[in-house]
């Protein structure tokens, strides 16, 4: 197994640096002419989902030049090709994070490719710690707006030459989480007799969970929930000019007291994200079914 973290293996690069095309051809060598217009990127123990997509192509992410391998256990890498309710889909099944080393760049590489094979909707998934009071592990969050604490700290995959073919330098993000995927996400939710939680999800790099004065302090901040993915990918795909959505699964409630017998644990997470998962399916599957019809 290689010691080398991300930042070794490939050298940082901005957008407009990177050339796409052998991945694209890779991917193209195996897909033929199959053209995804939706894009699911599926986090921490929701990957299973990727398995009920009928006429499945799977592309190794080993397979694809450029692509960031996940390390993480619970992250199997692999582009899913398929339908899913009658829609042409892409489903990224695990992804890189930047606590292992990879740049901002690197962890939305998926999305460019995306990106490029046609993708007009992005709907992503993650698992989180519940910083509202009102939340339980269990519940699913339907993500209405962000607080980048890592973009705002500067790692950020915007940051660099920007390609103005691909969007603007300066980016607005006061509507990121399009209305009207969330009110569909809503719908479905109400119709299925499902509980769906809405909030802010506020991005940090991990990898270690965050101490309570830290959630007391994110709390304070507006925050509803906190992983360690997502944002990164939403910035990039509204770069695009992507219609963007999130689910947050809250597989634990973040602690926010010291001297609690409690800790978070990764196994916790992953846990609670396969119980998570059906329900979860079900409003992606709601919300693929009435995207565009
Ligand atoms: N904190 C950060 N990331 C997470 C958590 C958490 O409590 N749970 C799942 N991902």
Known sequence: MSLKSGYEQHAPMTPSQVDYTPALTAIREKIGAFQPTIGL???????????????????????????????VQGHSGNLVFGQLEGQDVVVQQGRAHLYEGYTPQQVTFPIRLMTQLGVNTLILTNAAGGINADFD???????????????????????GPNDDAIGPRFLG???????GLRQTALDIAFEAGE?????????????HFETPAEIRMFRTLGADAIGMSTVHEVVVARHAGLRVMAFSSITN??????????????????????????????IVRGVVRKINA
């Open 41 to 71: 990127v599926l986090g921490s123990g929701l990957g299973t989902l990727a398995n009920e997509l009928e006429n499945a192509i799977v592309v190794a992410d080993a397979d694809i030049p450029g692509y960031p391998a996940s390390t």
């Open 137 to 159: 592990a269990g519940d699913i969050m339907l993500v209405n707006d962000h607080i980048y604490f890592a973009g705002l700290a500067g790692m950020n995959p915007l940051i």
């Open 173 to 179: 993000m006061a509507q990121t989480y399009d209305r």
């Open 195 to 207: 509980t769906l939680r809405r909030g802010v999800y506020a991005c940090i790099t991990g990898p």
């Open 253 to 282: 409630v973040a602690i926010d007291e010291i001297d609690t017998t409690r800790e978070t644990s990764h196994i916790e997470v992953m846990e609670m994200g396969a119980v998570i998962v059906p329900k979860l399916a079900k």
